[in-house]
């Protein structure tokens, strides 16, 4: 079993050579074949320079340096691609995360998990700004997407290498790659972690992160369950409004015709024009999404659905 760690690296240029030390120590002793994969995402301070020097020292050490700087998720998709490992382990550069925890995460890989995600039970982070929110986003989270974990936002995590490579990473979408692994069935857990204050550098991220997590779950839930039938999400919606609508101006119209009523100035006959025309727009808006999704399948040659094993078929 050959293990890559994904390192996505931003400015930590203190804190990457302590990280180091301890990733070699950690990795060594556990007489796998391994790779460190350092992505550079764009810094601009001795990071990348230092990253060279252990490259130079240390065949193990890979590094992919990007030109400016893309984003953590970005970094960990680029090093997801070039990684060669049957485990991938992500984690951060920054040394809150421990690799001495990478053994524990391992042991529950070799029991048959897919994705291990690390639970930092003790997280040393400010509560006000990122504690708390954390604690509501990942509530959420796990209701919506139906796969509990404690700490999404955790970077520590084993993946089997053929569930880190599935996906294409967009955006801020890392943290849920559990989530998005629920939808090719991947088995699951979390094992609580260690965690340090951070010593050296900034913290790259500010509460702004919690309105962009919040967007994503819904992006998540409609990804997991309504990627390959968008009309019943869409069309379901816009059929009811339309049904409504349609309902309210026939009995305008009855009424109209059958006392003679003036219904001109009412409110009703307003809201049922515009529950028609939101209708159409919905359900339109239902079919175009499926012809989008076709073109997406068939584009990247995806299928809608994963093999486990197959048994007797003829390749
Ligand atoms: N990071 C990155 N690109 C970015 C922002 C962050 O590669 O644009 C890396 C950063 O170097 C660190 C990890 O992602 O290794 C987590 O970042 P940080 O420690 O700032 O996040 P926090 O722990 O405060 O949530
Ligand atoms: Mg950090």
């Known amino acids: 079993m050959m293990i890559s760690v994904v390192v996505p690296t931003y400015n930590e240029e203190e804190s990457v050579p302590h ?18 994969i350092f992505v550079d ?14 490259a130079s020292k240390d065949k193990k050490v890979k590094v992919i340096r990007f030109r400016r700087n893309y984003g953590q998720t970005a970094a960990m998709y680029a090093g997801f691609e070039h990684a060669k490992g049957d485990v991938i382990i992500t984690m951060d550069a920054d040394l809150q995360n421990d690799p001495e925890d990478i053994p524990k ?10 994705i291990v995600s690390g639970w930092r039970k003790d997280r040393k982070d400010p509560f006000l700004s990122r504690k708390l929110p954390s604690k509501v986003a990942n509530w ?4 919506v997407t139906g796969v509990e974990l404690h700490d999404y936002g955790c970077t520590l995590k084993a993946y089997k290498a053929d569930i880190a490579k599935r996906y294409r990473l967009y955006g801020d979408m890392h943290r849920f790659l559990p989530a998005l692994a629920k939808r090719f069935g991947a088995k699951i857990t979390e094992i609580p ?37 968008p009309l019943y999400v869409f069309g379901g919606l816009g059929f009811f ?23 001109g100035g009412r409110p009703l006959l307003i809201l049922g024009v515009l ?5 159409i727009q919905l359900l339109s808006t239902g079919i175009i999404a499926e012809l989008i999704i076709r073109t997406y399948y068939e584009s990247r040659g995806e299928k809608p659905y994963v093999i486990e094993e197959k048994l007797n078929m003829e390749e």
Not at 41 to 54: A, H, M, Q, R, V
Not at 275 to 279: H, M, N, S, V
Request: no cysteine; glycine share 10%.
């Open 140 to 143: 959420i989270i796990s209701k």
């Open 275 to 279: 529950l028609i025309l939101a209708g």
């Open 19 to 36: 990280l180091y030390e301890k990733l070699k120590e950690v990795l060594d002793k556990l007489g796998e074949e391994y790779e460190i």
């Open 105 to 114: 995460l391992l042991e529950k890989i070799k029991e048959g998990y897919d």
């Open 241 to 263: 409004l339309l049904v409504i609508g349609v309902a309210i101006e026939i009995y305008l119209t009855l009424l109209k015709i059958f006392t003679g009523a003036d219904i």
């Open 193 to 229: 972690v260690k965690h340090h204050p951070r010593i050296y550098g900034k913290s790259k991220y500010g509460i702004g992160r919690t309105v962009r997590v919040i967007l994503d779950i819904f992006l998540v839930k409609f990804l997991n369950e309504y990627i390959t039938k």
């Open 41 to 54: 995402d764009g810094s601009e301070d001795g990071t990348p320079e230092i990253l060279k020097e252990l």
